[in-house]
C-alpha cells in the first residue's frame, strides 16, 4: 500500500458547502463580507448551484459546482480567484476555506 497523503476531493468540499447553504436556507441566517458592509442570504440551493441574495443591492449571485470546481486547485495552491464578494463571503463559512494576504485558500 503506498502513502500518499490525503487526497483533497474537490466535490466532496463542495457537498459541504451545500450542506452549509442549506442550513442558512432553512434557518433563514445571514452572513457577512469580512469588512461587515455586504449582507448576505441564501435564496436557492441544489447539488449544483447557490444562489445568494445581496440584501443591499438588486443583482443576485450564483456559484455552481462547476465554478467551483474549476477554481478549487486555485483555493489549495492559494492563487488568486477573482470572485466577487457575496461568492467569497459564502465561501468563507467553509470552515476550511480562510482568507490569507487577501486571497483565498484551501487549509486541511
Given at each position: 500500500m503506498l502513502g500518499g497523503?490525503?487526497?483533497i476531493n474537490p466535490k466532496k468540499i463542495w457537498g459541504e458547502l451545500v450542506r452549509i447553504a442549506k442550513e442558512y436556507f432553512d434557518s433563514d441566517r445571514e452572513f457577512y463580507s469580512k469588512t461587515k458592509r455586504g449582507v448576505y442570504?441564501?435564496?436557492?440551493?441544489?447539488?449544483d448551484k447557490v444562489?445568494?441574495?445581496?440584501l443591499r443591492?438588486?443583482?443576485?449571485e450564483v456559484v455552481g459546482k462547476k465554478l467551483?470546481?474549476?477554481n478549487f486547485?486555485?483555493?489549495?495552491?492559494?492563487?488568486e480567484w477573482n470572485c466577487v464578494p457575496a461568492v467569497r463571503a459564502f465561501l468563507?463559512?467553509?470552515?476550511?476555506?480562510?482568507?490569507?494576504?487577501?486571497?483565498?485558500?484551501?487549509?486541511e
Open positions: 497523503g490525503n487526497i442570504k441564501i435564496k436557492y440551493v441544489s447539488k444562489v445568494i441574495k445581496k443591492g438588486k443583482n443576485d467551483f470546481l474549476n486547485e486555485n483555493l489549495k495552491e492559494g492563487k468563507m463559512l467553509h470552515p476550511k476555506i480562510k482568507e490569507k494576504d487577501g486571497v483565498l485558500v484551501y487549509e
